[in-house]
C-alpha cells in the first residue's frame, strides 16, 4: 500500500512539474457512449455548428464512460438524405465541466435488422468550460443507431484532447 501511494505521489508531482510543452501533446481520449435520439424532418431549416441545414434534424441525449472519467453527451446534428452528418456536441462531466466539439460524419444504409452498422465520423474539440476551457484536439468516432423511435446510438470514441488550447 505505501508503494502504492508513493507511486501516486511521485506522478502527481512530474505532472505538477512538467513542462507546458510536454503537457501540448494532448491526453488520449478514449470511451464509449450510448444515447436516445428524435429525429424529425428539418422543415425549419436549422443548421448547427456552422454547417448548412441537411433533410432532417436530430436531438440526442446520452452518457458513457471515458478515460475522462464519466461524461453525459448532448448532440444537435443535421443529416442528408445521402447520410452525411453535421453538428454541434456537448460531453458534460459530473461536475458540469463541458467540451464542445463540431461533429461530422457519414451514415451507412440499414442493414436487414434496421440497424446502421456503417456510421463514422470526426470531433473536433472547439472549447469547453472549466477543466476543459479552451480545449482543442479531434477524435474518430464510430457508431451503431437503430432505427425507430426513439433512435438508440452506440458510439465508440478515440482521439486526443489537448486542455486550454495546449495543441
Given at each position: 500500500m505505501?508503494?502504492?501511494?508513493?507511486?501516486?505521489?511521485?506522478?502527481?508531482?512530474?505532472?505538477?512539474?512538467?513542462?507546458?510543452?510536454?503537457?501540448?501533446?494532448?491526453?488520449?481520449?478514449?470511451?464509449?457512449?450510448?444515447?436516445?435520439?428524435?429525429?424529425?424532418?428539418?422543415?425549419?431549416?436549422?443548421?448547427?455548428?456552422?454547417?448548412?441545414?441537411?433533410?432532417?434534424?436530430?436531438?440526442?441525449h446520452?452518457?458513457?464512460?471515458?478515460?475522462?472519467?464519466?461524461?453525459?453527451?448532448s448532440?444537435?446534428?443535421?443529416?442528408?438524405?445521402?447520410?452525411?452528418?453535421?453538428?454541434?456536441?456537448d460531453?458534460?462531466?459530473?461536475?458540469?465541466?463541458?467540451?464542445?466539439?463540431?461533429?461530422?460524419?457519414?451514415?451507412g444504409?440499414?442493414?436487414?435488422?434496421?440497424?446502421?452498422?456503417?456510421?463514422?465520423?470526426?470531433?473536433?474539440?472547439?472549447?469547453?468550460?472549466?477543466?476543459?476551457?479552451g480545449?482543442?484536439?479531434?477524435?474518430?468516432?464510430?457508431?451503431?443507431?437503430?432505427?425507430?423511435?426513439?433512435?438508440?446510438?452506440?458510439?465508440?470514441?478515440?482521439?486526443?484532447?489537448?486542455?486550454?488550447?495546449?495543441?
Amino acid at each position: 500500500m505505501k508503494k502504492l501511494i508513493g507511486s501516486l505521489a511521485l506522478a502527481a508531482m512530474i505532472v505538477a512539474v512538467a513542462p507546458k510543452a510536454a503537457l501540448a501533446q494532448g491526453v488520449p481520449i478514449k470511451g464509449t457512449f450510448t444515447a436516445a435520439a428524435t429525429v424529425t424532418p428539418n422543415t425549419g431549416n436549422v443548421a448547427f455548428c456552422g454547417g448548412t441545414p441537411l433533410d432532417l434534424a436530430v436531438e440526442a441525449h446520452g452518457a458513457g464512460y471515458s478515460t475522462l472519467g464519466a461524461l453525459s453527451l448532448s448532440l444537435q446534428k443535421t443529416i442528408a438524405v445521402s447520410g452525411a452528418m453535421h453538428g454541434c456536441l456537448d460531453l458534460t462531466a459530473p461536475n458540469g465541466d463541458t467540451l464542445s466539439a463540431i461533429y461530422d460524419g457519414t451514415e451507412g444504409t440499414p442493414n436487414a435488422n434496421n440497424f446502421i452498422v456503417d456510421a463514422t465520423g470526426t470531433l473536433t474539440f472547439t472549447g469547453g468550460t472549466g477543466r476543459f476551457l479552451g480545449a482543442s484536439g479531434s477524435a474518430h468516432f464510430t457508431a451503431v443507431f437503430r432505427r425507430g423511435t426513439p433512435v438508440i446510438a452506440f458510439y465508440s470514441v478515440a482521439g486526443t484532447v489537448s486542455p486550454h488550447g495546449d495543441q
